[in-house]
C-alpha cells in the first residue's frame, strides 16, 4: 500500500474515472489512501478491447481517466497495452506514471552482475513451447528476467535446468514488496531442492533472473561436443543431431550445424 507514489495519489484524486484491472482491489487502495467517491471501470485482459472504446468515448467527453494494475505496472505483463495503443491511435494523450515494478526491484535486490538485461515475462505455460523459448535464450550475455506463477513454478525451474545448464545462477525473488516477501539466490542446480525445502517457498508471485550466458569465443567447439555430434550424425539426420547436440552440450546452433556440415562433405 505504501509503494504508491504521491504523484500517483494526485493523478487517482483529480481523474474522473478511473480504470483498474479488479475494481475490488483498486477499491481497497483508494478506500486506504481516503480517496472516495469515483467512478471505476473494470478493465482488464479479457474484456480491454471494448473497455478501451468506453474509455475513448470518455476521453471524448473531456472526462480524465487513470488506469490501475492490482501489483504491478500496467502494459508490463499486465493489460493496458492495448488500451494505450487504441487511446494514442485516437490522438488523446497518454502520460506515464512510474510505479512498482516486480522486475526492476528484483533486478536491484539480486545482486547479478551483467550489465544488461531482457525481460521476457511470462514464458508459455506448456512444457514443450517453454523449452523452446528457453532454446532461443540460450546464448544471450544479458540477465533474463521472467515471471512465473506458483502452480508453475517447479516445471519452469526444472526446464530452466534443462535447457541452460546446472551452472548458471537463478534468483528466486518471491511476493516483492509484499509481507512474506523472500529473495533467495543460488545454482539452477540448487533451485529445485530450495523450492522443495519449505512449503511456503512455492507460494506466491515469483520473479526470477537468470544470470547472463559466458560469451563463447566464435569457431570454438569443445573435443567433447564434438564428439557427441559425430555419434548423433551416425544414426540420426543432420538437422536432428544438431538439435539433439545443442541440447546437450549447449554450444550455438550455428556452430554445430556448420560443424556438421564439414562433417558430412568429408565423409
Request: hydrophobic share 50%; net charge negative; charged share 20%.
Amino acid at each position: 500500500m505504501r509503494d504508491i507514489s504521491l504523484r500517483a495519489l494526485d493523478v487517482l484524486n483529480s481523474a474522473d474515472t478511473i480504470a483498474a484491472e479488479d475494481t475490488r482491489n483498486s477499491s481497497h487502495l483508494l478506500t486506504h489512501h481516503g480517496i472516495s467517491a469515483k467512478r471505476l471501470l473494470a478493465l482488464h485482459q479479457h474484456n480491454e478491447r471494448a473497455a478501451a472504446e468506453k474509455i475513448i468515448a470518455l476521453l471524448a467527453q473531456g472526462e480524465s481517466v487513470a488506469l490501475v494494475t492490482d501489483a504491478g505496472t500496467p502494459a508490463i505483463s499486465d493489460p493496458g497495452a492495448l488500451l494505450v495503443n487504441d487511446v494514442r491511435a485516437a490522438g488523446y494523450r497518454v502520460i506515464p506514471v512510474p510505479g512498482a515494478s516486480a522486475a526492476v526491484a528484483a533486478l536491484s535486490a539480486g545482486g547479478l552482475l551483467a550489465p544488461h538485461f531482457l525481460f521476457y515475462g511470462f514464458l508459455p505455460n506448456k512444457a514443450a513451447a517453454r523449452r523452446k523459448e528457453l532454446h532461443a535464450l540460450l546464448e544471450f550475455p544479458y540477465t533474463l528476467v521472467f515471471y512465473e506463477a506458483p502452480h508453475r513454478i517447479q516445471e519452469c525451474v526444472a526446464d530452466l535446468q534443462a535447457v541452460l545448464g546446472d551452472a548458471r545462477e537463478i534468483v528466486l525473488a518471491r511476493e516483492i514488496t509484499k509481507m512474506f516477501e523472500n529473495i533467495h539466490r543460488c545454482r539452477l542446480d540448487e533451485a529445485t531442492a530450495w523450492l522443495n525445502s519449505d512449503p511456503n517457498n512455492l507460494r506466491g508471485e515469483f520473479v526470477l533472473l537468470i544470470s547472463a550466458a559466458t560469451p563463447r569465443a566464435e569457431g570454438l567447439i569443445s573435443a567433447e561436443a564434438e564428439q557427441i555430434l559425430r555419434v548423433l550424425l551416425e544414426d540420426l539426420p543432420l538437422k536432428q543431431a544438431v538439435q539433439l547436440a545443442v541440447k546437450i552440450s549447449g554450444v550455438a546452433r550455428n556452430e554445430l550445424y556448420q560443424l556438421a556440415l564439414t562433417l558430412k562433405s568429408s565423409d
